[in-house]
């Protein structure tokens, strides 16, 4: 009798846990997709062509001078060596971009730095990320509230 007691309180005891986890997961999940500025997980591109990861150098960015590091990969997670990649900021709700034409160099097998980011001012700007190779030719769109 006791034992079947400590067993039915450990199965609870799991269940709990493993909803909790559930519950937990979700709500991470749920959390990252209310929030349209967080790109700092892996995401897809437009067409779905390519992955990429998104690190700004100024979380959120600032009215002013930005960088920009990515490294981008293919569907499956391999990295992007040689693409041609060009960055255009704008800004929506005012029908302007910027004063100026960033500059994208590869550092390293996958890895590129996108220098020269000009918001001209604060708010909602989007940064599109244009990928060509030689296969595939797709498009990511950044959201940033500039500060
Ligand atoms: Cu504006």
């Known amino acids: 009798m006791k034992r079947a007691q400590k067993s039915t309180l450990e199965l609870n005891l799991v269940l709990a846990a493993g909803i909790w986890l559930c519950l937990t997961t979700a709500c991470l999940e749920f959390g990252a997709k209310e929030n349209f500025m967080d790109t700092s997980g892996m995401i897809s591109s437009e067409e779905g062509y390519f992955k990429g990861q998104f690190v700004p150098e100024h979380d959120p960015p600032i009215s002013g001078r ?16 040689g693409a041609e990649v060009t960055a255009m900021p704008f800004m929506p709700s005012m029908g302007h971009g910027s004063t100026e034409d960033p500059a994208v ?43």
């Open 66 to 81: 930005n960088s920009l590091e990515f490294f981008l990969a293919t569907d499956d997670g391999e990295p992007v060596v």
């Open 105 to 147: 160099e590869e550092q390293e097998d996958g890895q590129y730095l996108v220098t020269d980011i000009v918001y001209t001012m604060k708010g909602e700007w989007t940064l599109t990320i244009d990928v060509e190779t030689d296969s595939a030719e797709d498009s990511f769109v950044l959201f940033y509230d500039v500060e």
